[in-house]
C-alpha cells in the first residue's frame, strides 16, 4: 500500500497491483512531481487541497491511480485516468471509491483512446508507460495529444527510466525541462514558450 501526500485525502491508503506489470510511481517522485506542477501552475504557496484547483488532469498509463488520487486531491477536476489492463482498472477503482475523490476511470489501450475524437482539452497530461515501451511508441501518443486533448497552455509530464536518456519531444512542444530522481526521470514539455 502507499498514501496520498497532501490535498484533502492527505495520508489515505491505496492498494497498488501485486503483479509486476504496473510500477507505481513512488512517494518522493509524486511529491517532487506535484510541486513542480504547482510551479508551473502559479499555485506554490495555496494550500495543498487547492493547488490543482481549476485544473484538469488526464492520467495516461494510471496503473493503481496514484498520481491521479493526487491530482484530484490537491483540488484537480476534472480527472481522468485511462488503464489498458482490466484487473488493474478494477483496482484503480476501487482505489477511488475507497479515496472518494472524483477521479473517472477508463478501462481501454491509451493508443486507442487518444487516436479518437478528444472529450475536452486538458490542462495538465501526465504519461507513465511501462518503462519498456519504446519512446517511438510513446512519442506516438504525445504527437497525438496535440489533435485537441492538451490545452495549448496545458502541461505533458512523462515519467522514463533515467537510464533512458533525453525524451524526443515533438515539434509543438517549445518548452521542456527534466528532474532526475534516482532511477526516474520526469520530463515536463509545454507547447508554449517559457
Not at 97 to 109: G, H, I, N, Q
Request: some cysteine; proline content about 6%.
Amino acid at each position: 500500500m502507499t498514501r496520498i501526500i497532501a490535498g484533502v485525502a492527505k495520508g489515505r491508503r491505496f492498494l497498488a497491483p501485486t503483479h509486476d506489470r504496473t510500477r507505481p510511481t513512488s512517494d518522493r517522485v509524486r511529491e517532487a512531481a506535484f510541486t513542480l506542477i504547482a510551479d508551473w501552475a502559479g499555485t506554490a504557496g495555496e494550500p495543498s487541497e487547492t493547488q490543482l484547483k481549476g485544473f484538469s488532469f488526464l492520467d495516461l498509463y494510471a496503473g493503481s491511480g496514484g498520481v491521479a488520487l493526487e491530482a484530484a486531491s490537491r483540488g484537480a477536476e476534472p480527472v481522468r485516468c485511462i488503464e489498458s489492463d482490466p484487473g488493474t482498472a478494477d483496482l484503480l477503482r476501487r482505489n477511488v471509491r475507497e479515496s472518494k475523490l472524483e477521479v473517472s476511470v477508463t478501462a481501454a489501450k491509451v493508443e486507442q483512446v487518444v487516436l479518437a475524437a478528444p472529450d475536452r482539452a486538458w490542462d495538465v497530461v501526465w504519461l507513465d508507460p511501462p518503462y519498456a515501451l519504446a519512446d517511438t511508441a510513446l512519442l506516438r501518443v504525445v504527437v497525438a495529444l496535440e489533435a485537441g486533448w492538451l490545452a495549448r497552455d496545458g502541461l505533458i509530464v512523462v515519467e522514463r527510466a533515467s537510464r533512458s536518456g533525453a525524451f524526443p519531444w515533438p515539434g509543438y512542444v517549445h518548452h521542456t525541462w527534466e528532474r532526475r530522481y534516482g532511477e526516474t526521470t520526469l520530463h515536463f514539455g509545454s507547447p508554449e514558450q517559457p
